[in-house]
């Protein structure tokens, strides 16, 4: 079992920035794929970034709408996962999501997944 404890979430005027944080417990922390994702009301949850294992090399990978502005990070030291997210826009609100697969490779469907926080609202205004 893993538990996935999301925090950082608030409402920030467009072109502002923000840092999630995702805690995570129950497992090796390094040792298995991250990802964060959003969901927008009456919208599909959908894929915002991803991190690999950290002994595959902590790879990266983001949806082109965040390319540039947002990065996911890692901490195994605190079993934390990131995500700065900067120049924020309004359509970037949403409630944001990190979720844990548990191989070294992940991908961008939410069904690939294992577990997830119970998210963290984020609100810019514009």
């Known amino acids: 079992q893993v538990q996935l404890v999301e925090s950082g979430g608030g409402l920030v005027q467009a072109g502002g920035s923000l840092r999630l944080s995702c805690a995570a417990s129950g497992r090796t922390f390094r040792n298995y794929a991250m990802g964060w994702f959003r969901q927008a009301p009456g919208k599909e949850r959908e894929f915002v970034a991803r991190?690999?294992?950290?002994?595959?090399?902590?790879?990266?990978y983001y949806t082109d709408s965040v390319k540039g502005r947002f990065t996911i990070s890692r901490d195994n030291a605190k079993n934390t996962l990131h995500l700065q997210m900067n120049s924020l826009k309004p359509e970037d609100t949403a409630v944001y999501y990190c979720?844990?697969?548990?191989?070294?490779?992940?991908?961008?469907?939410?069904?690939?997944?294992?577990?997830w926080g119970q998210g963290t609202q984020v609100t810019v205004s514009s």
């Open positions: 979720a844990a697969k548990m191989t070294a490779y992940s991908g961008s469907s939410p069904k690939e997944y294992d577990y």
């Open positions: 991190i690999s294992s950290s002994w595959t090399g902590d790879s990266t």
